[in-house]
């Protein structure tokens, strides 16, 4: 029968998994309802505690990163600051001691020239150069692409500074703003090649070629057609430019002897005592300072372009 069976003892069995009333009057319920309860309670345990787990691997990253800005923000604020970041004991003291230096102020104007000069080179050239490679066939591009940005590693490095100082020597580039330039941007320029090819790669020729129609010449298809698509390509080059060149020190310190035209990476390296020791306030104070511009560069382009690192239009 559907609902039970009379056994011989007067015991009534269920014969479904969900369970019965025997003839004493008690229900005997089947496992699978329950087994089923059990489940889906130890699953819900279970995400829990990954997501738990994974919540305080990512809180104890986000702090490893957060420590030493939150130092950097407190430490030129504190008079007495130490390695470890701490409530400071607020002073603009360590302000004030810093512009007693008569070269940190040139130093961040020495920065942005250098900078904004070595961006706005490699820029221009990468464009010109990854548009001409994306529409012409060119034998042995790909192969010519890959070794340029192998060898773009070795240019600035510490394996080539002896016959760049060479060169600079004999083309009296020493101790000039141009030199450091031309080198910083010639190690920059295969990576931003490569990357604007793949931006050129993705817009589309037919605007191209119904400017060709109209007797567009190339130098003003890639004005008025291609840079526009490739904005967001451009201002990526354009940061990653400014932040390579604003951090460089080996170049600067090799190319230039007077500490007027020294940019702030170089004049960093100054605020130490005669026995080596950093003296916190100064340097913490100063790298606060050196750090504002492309901290806000970046967020401005970031806001106004997204880094997209695609080529193409955007759908």
């Known amino acids: 029968m559907t609902g039970g069976d009379m056994t011989g003892d007067g015991v009534t069995r269920d014969s479904v ?5 025997t003839g004493d009057g008690v229900t005997r319920g089947g496992t699978a309802g329950g087994g089923r309860v059990v489940t889906v309670e ?5 995400h829990a505690v990954a997501v738990l787990g994974r919540a305080t691997f990512l809180a104890a990253v986000a702090g490893f990163f957060a420590l030493p800005l939150l130092w950097l923000a407190t430490a030129p604020f504190d008079a007495h600051p130490t390695i470890t970041a701490s409530v400071p004991e607020f002073t603009l003291r360590n302000f004030r001691a810093l512009l007693d230096n008569p070269y940190v102020l040139s130093s961040l104007g020495n920065s942005v020239i250098q900078a904004a000069a070595s961006a706005a080179l490699v820029v221009v050239l990468a464009a010109l150069a990854a548009y001409a490679l994306s529409r012409v066939r060119v034998p042995g591009r790909d192969a010519l692409l890959y070794v340029l940005l192998l060898l773009s590693s070795v240019v600035t490095g510490t394996a080539a500074m002896v016959p760049i100082f060479e060169l600079a020597t004999r083309l009296d580039l020493i101790d000039t703003h141009l030199g450091v330039i031309l080198t910083l941007s010639g190690g920059l320029l295969p990576a931003a090649i490569f990357i604007l090819k793949d931006f050129m790669d993705g817009t589309p020729t037919s605007y191209e070629e119904s400017a060709r129609v109209f007797g567009a010449s190339p130098l003003q298809i890639l004005r008025h057609i291609v840079i526009p698509v490739i904005r967001p390509g451009l201002a990526t080059i354009a940061v990653w430019a400014v932040a390579s060149v604003w951090g460089s020190f080996l170049t600067p310190f090799i190319l230039l002897r007077d500490p007027a035209k020294a940019p ?13 020791s950093p003296r916190l306030d100064l340097i913490s104070t100063f790298s606060l300072l050196y750090s504002l511009p492309v901290v806000l ?3 401005f382009v970031s806001r106004r372009y997204g880094f997209r690192f695609h080529g193409g239009i955007k759908r």
Do not use: P, S
């Open 297 to 299: 560069m970046y967020v």
């Open 264 to 276: 702030g990476a170089v004049i960093l390296y100054t605020l130490y005592t005669e026995g080596g």
């Open 42 to 46: 130890t699953d819900r345990v279970r």
């Open 17 to 21: 998994t969900g369970g019965g009333t």
